[in-house]
């Protein structure tokens, strides 16, 4: 069993929202691996990076994809950060994965550098999200098939474009 698209991207690039749109419009299941992180720790994410810091979380992340790979064969929505471990980038291949881009002006409205995602906060979450996106981008695409700008489209407008791309057919 294999994912019938694995969507990677920074935060605020719409991958829960597309994926979850995605999945319903191709009449397959959802799957997030942030949630399935949470289910492995009990906890969410910003407890996982308080209480046992980014390396424990960046396993637990790494044990979920390699679950999720395994047993998921719908739409599969990576943590914005997957891509910087190497093991995961070296699970992805072969997959089909999706990057779903946003830049910097945009992904700082979308993600309003809230609490909930504990890489963006601190004392310049701007300088943070752009730090952020010059370290994955390359790796977004290393492991990319498709790639696909968000910035002027509606969640709507990207899944009508993603299923002429992936040769989906709509429910």
């Not at 419009?25 to 992180?37: H, I, M, Q, W």
């Not at 699970?91 to 999706?98: D, E, I, K, T, W």
């Amino acid at each position: 069993m294999s994912p019938r698209l694995v969507i990677v991207g920074p935060p605020g690039a719409g991958k829960t929202e597309v994926g979850r749109s995605l999945a319903e419009r191709l009449g397959v299941p959802f799957r997030d691996t942030d949630e399935d992180v949470e289910e492995l720790a009990g906890r969410t994410i910003p407890e996982i990076f308080t209480h046992d810091g980014e390396p424990a979380f960046r396993e637990l992340e790494t044990r979920a994809l390699t679950a999720a790979l395994a047993e998921h064969s719908g739409v599969l929505a990576l943590g914005g950060g997957a891509v910087t471990t190497e093991r995961n980038r070296s699970l992805l291949a072969g997959h089909p994965v999706l990057f779903l881009s946003v830049g910097l002006a945009e992904g700082v409205r979308r993600t309003g550098l809230s609490a909930p995602r504990p890489l963006l906060t601190g004392v310049n979450p701007r300088a943070t999200f752009q730090a952020l996106l010059r370290e994955r981008l390359p790796l977004y695409r290393e492991i990319a098939v498709w790639e696909v700008d968000t910035d002027e489209s509606s969640p709507a407008e990207i899944v009508d474009d993603l299923l002429l791309r992936i040769g989906g057919t709509d429910s």
